[in-house]
């Protein structure tokens, strides 16, 4: 059975693809049959493995979980990861009156495709998209960084998700985690507030944060590698990146 992970945050520029993607390679790389579903409509995750530009213009792709589940046609990338892309068309999923609970009826399809993980990209609002990927959530990771924007985005994400799992709407076992992402430990500043968010949230705060590394983030997307496979870059950095897997309770041969 696949499991979902879904990534995201209602604010955009904390580094959610980022992460998405690099999750997606870690679990490739230790073996993983991996589907990353790109709900995102800029199309970044999609971009990233796929570089194809193209396909922020094309429609299909993630839209299908909904439109048409039963013809699925996925991207094979050269990762060895599969992808249903996003594009600029995926706010129509949004205005198209699904319910929640159309989500709901979707879960045991995707528990049932051929992939040991189904890693989602959510767009960066409060969306049905969003939404539809919190109902499908095994674990939902929301990425933020030591900022007051961020923060209020991220307190707003643990409401929903609290009132969620009062109600029980999220799949049995749901795991929600809060990754601190972005954190500059050169400013007194930066570590304060990504200090104050750990109070906040102690119960969902991952204990390994990813410092502010944006030069070597740029060179791994426009290589199209890992970030852990960018030239010179400090192993410490590197283990973090490639160690997301574990970090999320995702060790090798954990699968569902």
Do not use: C
Not at 69 to 84: C, F
Not at 107 to 133: I, K, Q, W
Not at 187 to 209: D, Y
Request: charged share 25%; aromatic share 8%.
């Amino acid at each position: 059975m696949a499991k979902v992970i879904a990534v995201g945050n209602f604010k955009g520029g904390v580094g959610k693809t980022t992460v998405t993607v690099n999750l997606a390679l870690a679990l490739r790389e230790e073996g993983a049959r991996v589907l990353l579903v790109d709900l995102d409509s800029q199309g970044q995750a999609s971009l990233y493995l796929t570089d194809d530009e193209s396909l922020a213009g094309k429609a299909g792709g993630s839209e299908q979980l909904l439109s048409a589940p039963e013809h699925l046609a996925v991207i094979e990338t050269p990762s060895g990861i599969d992808v249903l892309h996003g594009h600029r068309g995926l706010g129509r999923i949004d205005e198209a009156g699904h319910s929640i609970e159309e989500a709901k009826n979707l879960r045991p399809y995707l528990a049932g495709l051929e992939y040991d993980y189904v890693v989602v990209d959510t767009p960066p609002d409060l969306a049905f998209r969003t939404l539809a990927s919190l109902m499908w959530a095994d674990q939902f990771v929301v990425v933020t960084t030591p900022d007051p924007l961020a923060q209020n985005s991220t307190v707003q994400f643990i409401k929903v998700v609290s009132g969620w799992m009062s109600k029980r709407w999220v799949k049995p076992g749901f795991k929600f985690s809060i990754l601190m992402n972005m954190v500059d430990r050169a400013s007194p500043e930066a570590v304060a507030e990504a200090e104050k968010a750990r109070q906040m949230a102690p119960q969902f705060v991952l204990p390994t944060e990813f410092t502010l590394r944006r030069a070597l983030v740029k060179r791994a997307f426009e290589q199209k590698i890992p970030v852990w496979k960018v030239k010179k870059i400090p192993k410490d950095v590197a283990s973090a990146w490639r160690s997301l897997p574990q970090l999320l309770g995702l060790a090798q041969g954990e699968k569902v």
